[in-house]
C-alpha cells in the first residue's frame, strides 16, 4: 500500500527541517535492518569456490538445519538498567556496575557470534547471489534470473560492482550516475537509502530475520529524502543540492512503493511453471482416456477417470504420507479450509461483503443477485439420511437472535468471531441417556421423547 502523498510531504518537511541529526537515524536504521556487508569480506570470497560446489543442495553442510547454542542461551544473573546503578547507595551501585560491565562484555561476545559467525555463514549460504562460470570461466547468469532483452546481464543488476560503498547514504543524481543506477523511471532510486555494502553480490536482509529463519530474503525499505544541503553526501562531487523537486521525491517514493507491493503479490500468486504443466498434462490424459471410453457404461468410465487421478498422484510423488494425513485431521477447521496446511503471520478472515452489500438490494429493492457466497455442507447427523444443507452466510447475519453477544456485531465481526454450525441433537432415547446433555445444542421436550 502506498503512503499518501501529504504522509510524504510532512515527511519531507521533517527531513528538512531537523537536518543532518534526522538523516543520520534513517542512514543507521537502514544499515541495521537491510544488512549489505558480511563481517568479514575476504573470508567470504575464500569460500565462495566451496560453496558453488555444493549449490544448491548443500548436502553435506548442516548450518540450515540446525540452531546455534548461542540462540538459545540464558542468562540467570539479574537485570540491571543505567537508570538503578546510580540511584542506590553507592555500595550496591558498585555491584551493579561491575554486573553491567559484566553483561556489555558478554553482550559484546553475543553479538560477535551473531554477525561475525552464524549470520556470515547464513549470508554465504543464502543471501549471496550466485552466478555459476561457464566452461571459458566467465560466470553468467542462471537461467531464471537472465534479462528478457540482454541474457547475458542478470535482471536484478549482480553483481554491482559499481555499488559498493562504506557507509550508507542517500542517492543523489551524481552517486546514481557513478553507480549506473536509473535515476528516473519505474525503478528510480533518486533519494533512496543505499549502502553500506562490501561485497557485490550480496543482498540486503534483517539480520535477526536471517538467524531465525535461515532462508533468503529480501529487504526494501520505502523511505525517499529530498535531496538538500543536510541530505546530500560528502561522497558526492557533484552540485546535486535541491535538483530533485518535491514532486518528483514523492511521484519516486509513490512509485517505488507500488512496485515493492507489486513484487510481494507476485511472489504470493505466481504460479509454478512445473506444476502448471502438470495439472496441463493431466488434462490431456483425462481428455484421451474419454475418447477411448466413448461409447462405454457411466459407471465404468467413472471408474477409470478415478484410477487415473489416483494413479497420476502416486505416480507424481503428491499423496500425503501418514505425518501430514494426521496432521490434516488434526488441525483442519470447517470454516478455514487452508488451516491446517498453512502458516500465517496474522490472523485472517474471509469475508464476503459483496454478498451482504446484494443480500440487502435483494430483500429491499427486489433486485435478483448474480452471486451468492455460499457453502454446501454434508449433514451427516442422521447417519441414514445423509443430506447436503447450505450455509449462506449473509442470510445467517440476517437471522442472528437479539442478543446481546451478536445483536449489535457489525457482518464482519460477526463473521470473525462466530461459527454458525448445524445443531446437534438426540436421534434415540439411547443417546439421550447415554450421552452427557451439554453436548447436545437442543433439549428434548416431553412430546420429542414420545
Given at each position: 500500500m502506498s503512503t499518501p502523498t501529504h504522509a510524504v510531504k510532512r515527511?519531507?518537511?521533517?527531513?528538512?527541517?531537523?537536518?543532518?541529526?534526522?538523516?543520520?537515524?534513517?542512514?543507521?536504521y537502514k544499515a541495521h535492518v537491510c544488512r549489505q556487508v558480511y563481517a568479514n569480506a575476504d573470508l567470504a570470497n575464500e569460500r565462495l569456490a566451496e560453496k558453488e560446489t555444493a549449490w544448491p543442495e548443500y548436502e553435506t553442510s548442516c548450518a540450515l538445519v540446525s540452531r546455534p547454542e548461542y540462540l538459545t542461551r540464558r542468562d540467570n544473573t539479574p537485570l540491571v538498567t543505567f537508570a538503578n546503578a546510580f540511584v542506590q547507595n553507592s555500595h550496591t551501585a558498585s555491584s551493579d556496575s561491575s554486573l553491567l560491565s559484566s553483561r556489555l562484555v558478554?553482550?559484546?561476545a553475543w553479538l560477535k557470534q551473531h554477525l561475525g559467525v552464524h549470520v556470515q555463514e547464513l549470508q554465504e549460504y543464502k543471501q549471496h547471489h550466485v552466478h555459476l562460470p561457464n566452461e571459458k570461466g566467465e560466470r553468467v547468469p542462471l537461467t531464471h534470473c537472465r534479462r528478457p532483452d540482454n541474457p547475458s546481464k542478470c535482471k536484478s543488476d549482480f553483481p554491482r560492482t559499481l555499488q559498493l560503498i562504506e557507509r550508507a547514504v542517500v542517492l543523489c543524481h551524481g552517486l546514481l550516475a557513478k553507480m549506473s543506477m536509473p535515476s528516473c523511471g519505474r525503478r528510480s532510486k533518486l533519494g533512496s537509502l543505499h549502502g553500506p555494502?562490501?561485497?557485490?553480490?550480496?543482498?540486503g536482509t534483517a539480520s535477526a530475520m536471517l538467524a531465525v529463519q535461515q532462508c533468503n530474503s529480501d529487504v526494501q525499505l520505502p523511505y525517499r529524502v529530498r535531496i538538500c544541503r543536510e541530505t546530500h553526501s560528502h561522497l558526492c562531487q557533484e552540485c546535486c543540492v535541491d535538483e530533485g523537486s518535491e514532486k518528483t521525491i514523492v511521484e519516486a517514493m509513490q512509485c517505488s512503493q507500488d512496485a515493492q507491493a507489486g513484487y510481494a503479490c507476485d511472489y504470493c500468486s505466481k504460479r509454478q511453471p512445473m506444476a502448471f504443466n502438470e495439472v496441463k498434462e493431466c488434462c490431456k490424459g483425462h481428455s484421451t482416456l474419454s475418447q477411448h471410453l466413448e461409447g462405454e457404461r457411466t459407471n465404468y468410465a467413472g471408474k477409470r477417470h478415478a484410477g487415473r487421478f489416483m494413479s497420476d498422484a502416486y505416480g507424481k510423488g503428491v499423496v500425503r504420507g501418514q505425518a501430514e494425513s494426521t496432521n490434516l485431521r488434526v488441525y483442519a477447521k470447517a470454516n478455514a479450509v487452508t488451516s491446517a496446511e498453512t502458516m500465517k503471520a496474522s490472523t485472517t478472515q474471509s469475508?464476503?461483503?459483496?454478498?451482504?452489500?446484494?443480500?440487502?438490494?435483494r430483500l429491499n429493492d427486489g433486485k435478483d443477485a448474480a452471486s451468492r457466497a455460499t457453502f454446501a455442507e454434508i449433514d451427516g447427523r442422521n447417519p441414514r439420511k445423509r443430506k447436503i444443507t447450505i450455509r449462506d452466510v449473509a442470510l445467517l447475519y440476517g437471522q442472528r437472535p437479539k442478543h446481546a453477544a451478536v445483536w449489535h456485531l457489525s457482518p464482519y465481526?460477526?463473521?470473525?468471531?462466530?461459527?454458525?454450525?448445524l445443531a446437534e441433537y438426540p436421534l434415540t432415547m439411547d443417546m439421550l441417556e447415554l450421552e452427557d446433555e451439554s453436548k447436545f445444542h437442543v433439549r428434548m421436550t416431553s412430546k420429542g421423547k414420545q
Open positions: 515527511h519531507l518537511e521533517k527531513m528538512k527541517g531537523e537536518g543532518a541529526t534526522e538523516i543520520n537515524k534513517y542512514l543507521k558478554q553482550g559484546q555494502m562490501n561485497q557485490e553480490n550480496l543482498n469475508f464476503y461483503g459483496r454478498e451482504f452489500l446484494e443480500t440487502v438490494e465481526e460477526f463473521t470473525m468471531y462466530w461459527e454458525p454450525k
